[in-house]
């Protein structure tokens, strides 16, 4: 049992009409949380860890994790990097044994993006690692990085034919009307464009900002070729609110084994609710 890449799971999942959640992950429990999870309903998952978590835990930590884990659970584990915008960053993980990366270089202007996804899926695919990248931007906070609505803006479907095609990416994340956090209001999500994408572009769609989309909205864009779904804050925010009412409730309590346990069974009902919405039951 090893850590593999998303190439071929997303790709199924595209043909099949499902999708692989992608839980936004930042220490050994929350990965044991979705690992239980992922095992019992013999799920995929990503474990996917921003530039901020690989702080709180080093990469080569973080992967020894995954693969006793993988192990333990006898599934393979990804382990993904969410939104990293170095190139000597990506190589440094992927050297160390990550297998699936995402190249955020959504900010910069379409050609200087096109150059360094390039960059970065030629130094990746020789390691078997498959590359996810931006084009378009979200709004919302991740991790220390926030867009705010003026800057965000959507996927133009003929840019994201020639950015496919120049660069050579093995899924493309798409701005489409969601944000990464919780929303205000219900997000408006611009289906026609994405139908248009996925008729133009057949690599897996990824949908970040998952948290909070309506469950229609989030199965209708699984059917217009999304095949990988993000979620973060709703995970965060189950497991902290958790953790809050036990302390209310046990306010001399200190052990983390029982503090952390409900934190974890919090977020677990949340990862089985995804795993339900993106029908990856049963796909390992
Ligand atoms: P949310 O925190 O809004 O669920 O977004 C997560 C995400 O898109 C990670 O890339």
Same mark, same amino acid.
């Given at each position: 049992?090893?850590?593999?890449?998303?190439?071929?799971?997303?790709?199924?999942?595209?043909?099949?009409?499902?999708?692989?959640?992608?839980?936004?992950?930042?220490?050994?429990?929350?990965?044991?949380?979705?690992?239980?999870?992922?095992?019992?309903?013999?799920?995929?998952?990503?474990?996917?860890?921003?530039?901020?978590?690989?702080?709180?835990?080093?990469?080569?930590?973080?992967?020894?994790?995954?693969?006793?884990?993988?192990?333990?659970?006898?599934?393979?584990?990804?382990?993904?990097?969410?939104?990293?915008?170095?190139?000597?960053?990506?190589?440094?993980?992927?050297?160390?044994?990550?297998?699936?990366?995402?190249?955020?270089?959504?900010?910069?202007?379409?050609?200087?993006?096109?150059?360094?996804? $390039?960059?970065?899926?030629?130094?990746?695919?020789? +390691?078997?690692?498959? &590359?996810?990248? @931006?084009?378009?931007? =979200?709004? /919302?906070?991740?991790?220390?990085?926030?867009?705010?609505?003026?800057?965000?803006?959507?996927?133009?479907?003929?840019?994201?034919?020639?950015?496919?095609?120049?660069?050579?990416?093995?899924?493309?994340?798409?701005?489409?009307?969601?944000?990464?956090?919780?929303?205000?209001?219900?997000?408006?999500?611009?289906?026609?464009?994405?139908?248009?994408?996925?008729?133009?572009?057949?690599?897996?769609?990824?949908?970040?900002?998952?948290?909070?989309?309506?469950?229609?909205?989030?199965?209708?864009?699984?059917?217009?070729?999304?095949?990988?779904?993000?979620?973060?804050?709703?995970?965060?925010?189950?497991?902290?609110?958790?953790?809050?009412?036990?302390?209310?409730?046990?306010?001399?309590?200190?052990?983390? $084994?029982?503090?952390?346990?409900?934190?974890?069974? +919090?977020?677990?009902? &949340?990862?089985? @609710?995804?795993?339900? =919405?993106? /029908?990856?039951?049963?796909?390992?």
């Amino acid at each position: 049992m090893s850590i593999i890449s998303t190439k071929y799971l997303l790709q199924r999942a595209r043909q099949q009409g499902w999708a692989v959640p992608a839980f936004n992950i930042h220490n050994a429990e929350t990965i044991q949380a979705v690992l239980e999870v992922c095992a019992e309903r013999q799920s995929p998952a990503i474990l996917a860890g921003t530039p901020g978590t690989y702080k709180h835990i080093a990469c080569e930590e973080m992967l020894a994790l995954c693969r006793a884990y993988s192990k333990s659970y006898n599934m393979p584990t990804i382990l993904h990097l969410d939104h990293h915008e170095q190139f000597d960053d990506i190589v440094h993980k992927v050297n160390a044994g990550v297998r699936s990366a995402m190249i955020d270089a959504s900010h910069f202007p379409f050609e200087q993006n096109v150059d360094l996804v $390039r960059q970065v899926v030629n130094f990746c695919h020789r +390691a078997d690692c498959s &590359v996810e990248a @931006e084009l378009g931007q =979200l709004g /919302g906070q991740e991790d220390d990085k926030n867009v705010d609505a003026q800057n965000a803006f959507l996927t133009d479907p003929q840019q994201a034919v020639e950015f496919v095609h120049r660069t050579g990416i093995d899924s493309l994340a798409v701005a489409i009307g969601t944000a990464h956090g919780m929303y205000t209001q219900p997000p408006k999500i611009d289906f026609d464009r994405l139908s248009v994408i996925g008729k133009l572009v057949d690599i897996p769609l990824v949908l970040h900002g998952g948290s909070g989309v309506p469950n229609d909205d989030v199965t209708h864009a699984i059917r217009l070729g999304v095949a990988k779904v993000n979620v973060g804050t709703e995970l965060k925010i189950a497991f902290a609110n958790a953790v809050k009412a036990y302390f209310a409730e046990n306010p001399n309590a200190n052990d983390p $084994r029982f503090y952390m346990r409900t934190g974890m069974d +919090a977020m677990k009902q &949340v990862v089985h @609710e995804k795993i339900t =919405l993106c /029908g990856s039951e049963g796909r390992l």
